[in-house]
């Protein structure tokens, strides 16, 4: 298998300014009208509400978290930065943020 890149970028909250770009990005990846831009209502309600991180690098939003770490949770990553260390990232953010709330945490690691 093919080594890939790690993508540089930071992980923060999400702002109204990421919106665009991750409605843009959503919209261009749906196929026959399946994706995750179904659930753009509950995305913004997300940011609105500050329950979103994104991870950003020089390009804009490249993946992000919404809910953080629930049921309720939607990860999404750019099709071209899979594999790249961006989901890990706002899944590793998610759970030091619920560790931080003293919640407790299960984390399982599968091939």
Same mark, same amino acid.
């Given at each position: 298998?093919?080594?890939? !890149? !790690? ?13 665009? *770009?991750?409605?843009?990005?959503? !919209? ?13 209502? %509950? ?8 329950? %979103?991180?994104?991870?950003?690098? /020089?390009?804009?939003? %490249? ?25 890990? /990232? *706002? ?9 931080? *709330?003293?919640? /407790? ?7």
């Amino acid at each position: 298998m093919k080594k890939t !890149k !790690k993508i540089k970028g930071n992980v923060r909250t999400a702002v109204d300014a990421d919106l665009p *770009l991750i409605q843009e990005w959503l !919209k261009r990846e749906a196929r026959n009208g399946l994706g995750f831009i179904n659930n753009w209502g %509950m995305i913004q309600n997300a940011c609105a509400e500050k329950q %979103m991180t994104v991870f950003v690098s /020089a390009e804009g939003p %490249m993946g992000f978290l919404a809910y953080g770490i629930s049921h309720d949770s939607i990860l999404q990553t750019k099709s071209s930065c899979q594999r790249r260390g961006v989901g890990r /990232a *706002l899944v590793e953010h998610g759970i030091r943020k619920e560790e931080a *709330l003293n919640n /407790a945490v299960l984390v399982v690691q599968c091939e």
